[in-house]
């Protein structure tokens, strides 16, 4: 009798093209090897054979001579149906022997193969929704990314094409509906000027779209981010639906992570600027005044005459980073301070030193 293809996939004998495809997509999502590592044995044949089902039903030359002879007709045992010689589709041959007629021979793919044409995908892991390329400079100080692919080199992580078809939350795929693909994620460094100040970001970003015909093509965009005055380090911008196109996937969010650079007098603390000044002793006593050149250009002149200890901060308010709800106001400026004590002291600077702050 042989195998019954209709039945693997599922389909009655009049399903159409878009019926097979739907039930190859479902099947070999469900069985492939990968997706189910612990009864792999038995994922392996069940793959194997919606493949060669699929293979065979979705064209028309072989679906003729199965639907006439069935598995035994295309697999070399009868003749096929006005076979004329040598040559065939792919998948297929036509072969002469001196005992007998010309015989049709249908010879199967390689089960991956058909997924990966299916899908378009080398693997089953390949690319699905993954990270971006290279990044390169352009004006503004932002940078660009580059690359065929999003690969997933710079922006985390493999990507499983599991993660993104799936069938949990609901079984969406079982039901033909396309799946998102992860977010693709990438941290973009700015300075504390940039985030004090404000400014603008150009990405240049090269990506695989679907044109009309449904063939990928890559092309190139600019993206725009404006750092608004206040941001912090871990602000997400996002672009939505800017990954690759795939088949039956929503293209990935492109999100940018603002990250900060580190400064070379300024760290920060929320809102607050904290600035550590080293001093003297002898400043730390009698008296010291501070100059900054603030993020934005002006010099700050603050007079301390306070004693300076060691666990001593000067606030100056208003003078830190801009509120990011706000930022008409501001945080504050905190001055610390590293007070450089004396390794030794003779006797008569002992005396003074006693002299001096003795009761």
Known sequence: MGVDYYKILQVDRNATEDELKKAYRKLAMKWHPDKNPNNKKEAEAKFKQISEAYEVLSDPQKRAVYDQYGEEGLKGQVPPPDAGGPGGPGGASY????????TFRFNPRNADDIFAEFFGFSSPFGGMGGGMGGMGGMGGGGGGMRGSRFS????GGGDDVFASFGEGGGGSMNHGAPRKAAPIEN??????????????????????????????????????????????????????????????????????????????????DGNDLIVTQKITLAEALTGYTVHLTTLDGRILTIPINNVIHPNYEEVVPKEGMPIQKDPTKRGNLRIKFNIKFPTRLNAEQKAGIKKLLGP
């Open 95 to 102: 072969f002469s022997t001196a005992n007998g007629p010309t």
């Open 152 to 155: 997933s080199g710079i922006f």
């Open 187 to 268: 941290k973009l460094p700015c300075s504390l000027e940039e985030l004090y100040k404000g400014t603008t970001k150009k990405m240049k970003i090269s990506r695989e779209i679907a044109d009309i015909s449904g063939k990928t093509i890559q092309v190139e965009e600019i993206l725009t981010i404006d750092i608004k005055p206040g941001w912090k380090k871990g602000t997400k911008i996002t672009f939505p639906e800017k990954g690759n196109e795939q088949p039956n996937v929503i293209p990935a969010d492109l999100v940018f992570i603002i990250d900060e650079k580190p400064h070379s007098v300024f760290t920060r």
